[in-house]
């Protein structure tokens, strides 16, 4: 099973920039789309953003759309969450993911079969 690990989370002001990286060990991850969540305190943890095994395809929730960019350099088994213009709500753990079989796309927790420890984002106002 890949073993994931996130970093780049940190404190930050709103309208600032962080750069989440994901590293992976063991299987190579580059059959499998990858994805971020978040998870704040009370709340179920919500999708984030998503990728394709080759890249091709990205998508985000509507939330994050034009701020957060996702993207993967298979050759280097990572994926990254580059995220712009933060808002103290995007305050939360976020969370490397990898979906559960090779080519399958992430779009929520069901389709996830690996997880990472998850690494802190706050957006102070």
């Known amino acids: 099973q890949v073993q994931l690990e996130e970093s780049g989370g940190g404190l930050v002001q709103a309208g600032g920039s962080l750069r989440l990286s994901c590293a992976a060990s063991?299987?190579?991850?580059?059959?499998?789309?990858m994805g971020w969540f978040r998870q704040s305190p009370g709340k179920e943890r919500e999708f984030v953003s998503g990728?394709?095994?080759?890249?091709?395809?990205?998508y985000y929730a509507d939330s994050v759309k034009g701020r957060f960019t996702i993207s993967r350099v298979n050759a280097k088994n990572t994926v990254y969450l580059q995220m712009n213009s933060l808002k103290p709500e995007d305050t939360a753990v976020y969370y490397c993911?990898?979906?559960?079989?090779?080519?399958?796309?992430?779009?929520?927790?069901?389709?996830?079969?690996?997880w990472g420890q998850g690494t802190q984002v706050t957006v102070s106002s």
């Open positions: 993911a990898a979906g559960k079989k090779p080519i399958m796309l992430i779009t929520s927790t069901q389709s996830v079969g690996s």
């Open positions: 063991g299987p190579t991850i580059s059959c499998y789309g």
């Open positions: 990728i394709s095994w080759s890249g091709d395809s990205k």
